[in-house]
């Protein structure tokens, strides 16, 4: 599986958007990019995966560069219940269902 | 619907003593996995169970090992606990194949071996 790159922090202000960067330049043609979060050590959390194009859901949105080197999730209106530490993870979709999990970007929301 | 139950949620071991941590989960899914989180890290592998009747190892299995009991339920077992066995241990569970995108995480158990 494709590694991953992240921000170990970032700071978003309640409200605002929250734009979460990955970097996965190795990233092969049968790989999906997956978010998941943890908040407060509790267990992860899965918010959105895709392939090639943007994706959105009721809790985000993703986008991935055309040459899928690069994501950004996308949190539209941050709250302070999404501080949370933020997982980006690449893999090839299967019978195993494996994760490989770096250390993540720990998302502050601020009042 | 409970999703994924561990017990115990707390447990403090002395070095050498044994302890198997349980896991269970009624979504009816086929695969399970074993995680453990260390302070401040990422969550790593420690085996996982593609479906009922088989096992393999994940990137830390050394010191552990499982039992997928049946479809529902998938333990790990310390057989003689380290210092540096201590940890948060995560169970979760996913449906196999083009959807197994998405995990369900248990809500952990505590390690601390002294």
């Known amino acids: 599986d494709a590694k991953t790159t992240q921000p170990p922090s970032m700071d978003c202000a309640e409200g605002r958007a929250a734009n979460l960067p990955c970097n996965h330049s190795t990233i092969s043609g049968n790989e999906y990019v997956y978010w998941y979060r943890q908040i407060h050590s509790q267990g992860p959390q899965y918010i959105i995966h895709?392939?090639?194009n943007n994706e959105t859901n009721e809790m985000a949105s993703l986008i991935i560069t055309e040459d899928r080197k690069s994501s950004t999730l996308i949190l539209p209106h941050a709250t302070l219940r999404d501080t949370a530490v933020y997982y980006c993870i690449v893999r090839v979709v299967g019978n195993t269902g494996k994760l490989i999990f770096g250390q993540g970007t720990t998302l502050q929301v601020k009042p | 619907n409970a999703g994924v139950t561990q017990t115990p949620k707390f447990q403090v071991l002395k070095t050498g003593q044994s302890m198997t941590l349980q896991c269970a989960q009624d979504?009816?899914?086929?695969?399970m996995y074993w995680y453990r989180q260390d302070p401040g890290m990422g969550l790593r592998l420690i085996y996982y169970?593609?479906?009922?009747?088989?096992?393999d190892k994940g990137e830390v299995p050394n010191g552990y090992n499982v039992s997928r009991l049946n479809k529902r339920e998938f333990s790990l077992r310390l057989e003689s606990a380290a210092p540096s066995q201590t940890s948060v241990y995560f169970c979760?569970?996913?449906?196999?194949?083009?959807?197994?995108?998405?995990?369900?995480f248990g809500p952990g158990t505590r390690l601390t071996v002294t």
């Open positions: 979760a569970s996913s449906t196999p194949g083009p959807s197994s995108y998405e995990q369900y």
């Open positions: 895709g392939l090639k």
């Open positions: 979504m009816n899914h086929n695969s």
């Open positions: 169970s593609a479906s009922e009747g088989t096992t």
